[in-house]
């Protein structure tokens, strides 16, 4: 119980704060200043639900091979995912998901479907399922990698949609960017040097 507890908690915050300054959630926060907020939680939801069981599978496919090799790799995929997140150009990012928000809104004028489509195709390789499929290649939990990884993204999600616009004056993407890549190098080390069994 311990273990799953201990787990899940790690999940989950590893990523809320990898998901915190992405551009799935700077989509929500944009969308949500244009519509009620319960269409845009719920399509975003939707999409982070699909997309969470896609990583979670992915995940388990690399379980299958041998445990050392797997714990290395997440260690060293987490470094890769700390150094790409300290290099990414905010306001290159900040100006493309709002380019692409525009555009899904003229296909799509209903707010849970734009919600869906910008946040399903903007989660594929995103770090956050990166991370969470190295969690549940090394970790072998479905469920709890699953559960808190989906919990971590709906919980983001409500945030930039409950606080709307608000939320890119009140809180800067930066520090934020650097606090994610600073939890990942954390737990890269610890999975390399097997401090997290």
Request: proline fraction near 4%.
């Given at each position: ?6 787990l ?8 809320f ?39 979670v ?9 041998p ?24 306001k ?5 998901e ?30 956050t ?9 090394r ?38 960017q650097f ?12 999975l390399?040097t097997?401090?997290?069994?």
């Open positions: 119980m311990t273990h799953a507890l201990g899940g908690l790690s999940v989950f915050v590893v990523i704060l990898l998901e915190l300054p992405d551009k799935t959630a700077l989509a929500a926060l944009l969308l949500a200043t244009r519509h009620r907020p319960l269409p845009v939680f719920l399509g975003a939801a939707a999409a982070f639900l699909i997309q969470s069981m896609v990583a599978i992915a995940g388990s496919i690399f379980a299958l091979l445990r050392e090799p797997v714990r290395i790799g997440a260690g060293i995929l987490f470094l890769v995912m700390a150094a790409l997140l300290i290099r990414q150009n905010l290159q990012a900040e100006a493309e709002a380019a692409e928000v525009e555009r899904e809104e003229r296909h799509h004028r209903r707010p849970f479907l734009t919600a869906f489509t910008v946040v399903f195709v903007a989660e594929w390789g995103d770090l399922q990166l991370a969470t499929a190295a969690f549940q290649a970790y072998r939990e479905p469920l709890i990698v699953f559960t808190a990884a989906t919990l971590a993204l709906w919980a983001v999600s409500a945030i930039a949609v409950v606080l709307g616009n608000r939320l890119g004056t009140w809180i800067p993407e930066r520090p934020l606090a994610a890549a600073g939890v990942m190098v954390l737990v890269a080390i610890a390399i097997g401090l997290l069994g």
